[in-house]
């Protein structure tokens, strides 16, 4: 088992980023996060995301906020057991759960290869065996502000001797109240976990006082996210984020996490089931996504 690892958010270990209206904050030893994410508007402050003002936490138990990514895979994989060709790979559980929950570089300190006033370039690596997963990887995510927004890319490169089952996403917490994307499939799913696909028939998702998740696939990589008044946000991807996990806790948060597999995906394309958006990186290969979350219509 992996010794319990403390995320350092404290202020003299993040960055703050600035570029007009924009202001962020980074936690480079807490997962690589953003911590918060606001904008000056005419009528105020707008934090699009929960903002995490927390100082440190284990690395299994993250504060709800923020935006952090998922790598070397989305969501869940069932009951820690990743099916992977001739093999059944045991991974560790989140504590608490039967499952192994978003990947490890959310729970990892990151190091800081380049910084400005509106940008960060964060390196991961991962040597194998750490959380159960038998392959060495590493990652690279740059944050940056735009006039128009922020900006997140992600490359993920095996560096293992052996071909790896890869997966990216990264997972916002936004203070908004719905979400408008066209899907094709949406994933019937029991306790969070997905087990097989049908046609999709929603484009309209609000935050309500209920819990609620959604597993979609074939969207075309746009989103419209909504507040109560002013302007909201668009999200567009780059790459193959061809899934999206919608998730809702009691009314507190709405997570748009675009994932290039479905929850589950790589043990649901090993039992045949196709349309899961699972990869394979062969050694030195790299899987490379993108997202812009763009302010509209802009602040002036």
């Known amino acids: 088992?992996?010794?319990?690892?403390?995320?350092n958010a404290a202020p003299g270990a993040c960055l703050a980023l600035?570029?007009?209206h924009h202001r962020a904050r980074v936690a480079p030893a807490a997962g690589g996060r953003v911590l918060s994410w606001s904008?000056?508007?005419p009528d105020g402050l707008r934090d699009w995301l929960v903002p995490i003002t927390d100082h440190g936490w284990p690395a299994h138990a993250w504060p709800k906020g923020g935006l952090f990514p998922l790598a070397p895979f989305s969501n869940r994989v069932r009951d820690a057991h990743l099916h992977w060709r001739d093999r059944v790979i045991p991974l560790e559980p989140l504590p608490g759960t039967r499952h192994a929950?978003?990947?490890?570089?959310?729970?990892?300190?990151?190091?800081?290869?380049?910084?400005?006033?509106?940008?960060?370039?964060?390196?991961?690596?991962h040597p194998e065996g750490l959380g159960g997963w038998p392959w060495a990887w590493r990652l690279r995510q740059t944050i940056r502000l735009a006039d128009q927004g922020l900006r997140v890319e992600l490359a993920l490169e095996n560096e293992d001797r052996s071909d790896m089952p890869a997966g990216l996403g990264l997972h916002p917490y936004f203070?908004?109240?719905?979400?408008?994307?066209?899907a094709t499939t949406e994933w019937v799913h029991e306790q969070e976990l997905a087990r097989y696909p049908r046609p999709a028939t929603q484009r309209?998702?609000?935050?309500?006082?209920?819990?609620?998740?959604?597993?979609?696939s074939?969207?075309?990589?746009?989103?419209?996210?909504a507040w109560p008044s002013g302007p909201g946000l668009t999200?567009?991807?780059?790459?193959?984020?061809?899934?999206?996990?919608?998730?809702?806790?009691?009314g507190r948060y709405l997570c748009v996490e675009p994932a290039t597999h479905v929850c589950d995906g790589f043990n649901l394309a090993a039992a045949g089931c196709p349309g899961t958006g699972m990869q394979v990186l062969a050694p030195g290969e790299s899987l490379s996504v993108g997202v812009a979350l763009d302010v509209e219509p802009a602040p002036r």
């Open 218 to 225: 074939g969207w075309d990589g746009t989103a419209s996210i």
């Open 18 to 20: 600035r570029c007009g």
């Open 175 to 182: 203070t908004a109240q719905s979400v408008d994307l066209s």
């Open 101 to 125: 929950l978003h990947g490890q570089a959310q729970g990892m300190a990151w190091t800081v290869e380049q910084s400005a006033t509106d940008h960060v370039v964060l390196m991961l690596e």
């Open 39 to 41: 904008t000056d508007l």
């Open 1 to 7: 088992m992996t010794p319990t690892l403390w995320m």
């Open 204 to 216: 309209h998702w609000e935050r309500t006082g209920a819990t609620w998740t959604r597993f979609l």
């Open 235 to 250: 999200l567009r991807t780059q790459g193959s984020l061809g899934h999206m996990v919608l998730h809702c806790n009691a």
